[in-house]
Structures are given as structure tokens and as C-alpha cells.
């Protein structure tokens, strides 16, 4: 065998493994990974905004990224098809954040959003918790334990929606959108940039129409919008359809965040 021979098969056996290391890597395994890659190691910040969370599209183009959650908890799994049938009427792209029991809640739906193009799918967690490597809760609503079930909160959910869609989402999103800087750091290895964003549109949806569109209308070139699918009887979805016309005439479009590079 020839040495250009070996050094071909060598080669393959590293991109091979490289391949199978990540996305079908037994759970366990890939907990106990990254769990030694992270020993030692304490969170010092706790916020929205803190070290690594991504905020704003990086350019001064007048392009707005709308991004929408699903959150689903008990009395979040509901669905506003008034706002999604406007902004597929109006093609108004939208990156929507989606939780593992708000999926449970709308397969067929979800199985539509994934499919249209419109739209792109991105991870809001498996329980939807605030995304903390030592339990730290936000809005009363406890953090991730440990290092373990952070890695499951956010893996478990990308499998979830890679195994229905096809495509493993690339963005991340806590519940709550609270993180400490290990956090962000975890969701990085686990393939995702972590979002968060720079014009809070609904307020966990409880604006009225008018603060929302109020909110909207004063966004900046390159501004991540965060708002909500999953209330239809709040303000948010009249809102949005306000503001969207107004934005429009103000020269913005609406872009999702994989057509803009990250700040
Ligand atoms: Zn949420």
C-alpha cells in the first residue's frame, strides 16, 4: 500500500469520527464531555445580556430580525394564527423559538412552520428554563440545576426538532432568556449561538397592542425583536400587524437571523 493510500485512509477514519461526534453522541456521553471540559469552572454573570449572548443583527442596514417564542407551558401552548397567516400573507420572514411542549401541543403546525421557507426554526428548550449551570431562577422560575441538565434542556430539544424537521436548529434561546456566561458557553459547544435581543416587543405577552407597536416602531437598523406565537388573546399579534406597515414605510424589511451575521 502506498503511503498516499494510508494517508487517505487515515484521514477519512479522523473526518469519520470527527462526523460522529456530535449530533448522535449518546446524551450521557456527551454530558460527561463536556461536564470534564467545564470542571472547575464558576458563573459570575446572570442576565439577558451578559458575555456571549448574541443582541443585534451586525449591520446598519435598515433590516429588523422579528423573532417569535413558543414557550409552552400550561397555559402557554396556544397558537396566534391571525399573526402567522398575516405574516405568511405579507411574507414577513420570522426566526420562531420553539419549546419541546409547545412542539408536543402543534405537531402538524410545527411540521408546516419547519417546512416553509419563510420561516426558521430555532431551539426554546426542552423545559423551558432559564439557562443556568447552578439553578440560578429568573421571574420565579428555576434555572437549570447543574451542567447536566443544561446540556439537556438544550440538546434534547435540537434533537427533538432536527428528528421532526430534518434541519438541527443553529440558534438558541432560554425560557426566560436568562443566562450566566457558562451557559451561553455550553449552548456554543452544543452547535447553537445563543440570541437574545435589543427591542423587547410584547414583554412576556402582556402589552397591549398599542405599547407593542409603540415598541416596534422605534426599532433600529440591525435590532433583534422578541415577541411571542403563542398568546393569541394578548396584544402582541395586533401589535406586530400595526407595526410591520409603519416599519415598511420607514424603508425596513424583515430578515431571519441566518441572513445576517451576529453582533
Ligand atoms: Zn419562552
Redesign the pocket.
Known sequence: MTRIALFAIMLLLIVTTLLSATPGEDINALTATISAEFSGKTARQWGEAVTGVRTRLATDERVLALTL???GSPT?KGVDLHLLNFLTREQIPATL?V?ARWIDANLELFKQLAANPLFEIAN?GMW?KPASVNGRSAYGIDGTRDLKELIQEIELNARKVEGISGSRPRYY?S???YYDELAVQVANRLGHEVIGFSVLGDAGATLPAAKVKAALSASRPGDIIIA?MNHPEAGTGAGIMAAVPLLKKQGFRFVRLSDYRLQ
Open positions: 417564542d413558543a414557550c402557554g423559538f419549546n426554546h423551558h434561546r425560557g426566560t432568556a411571542h
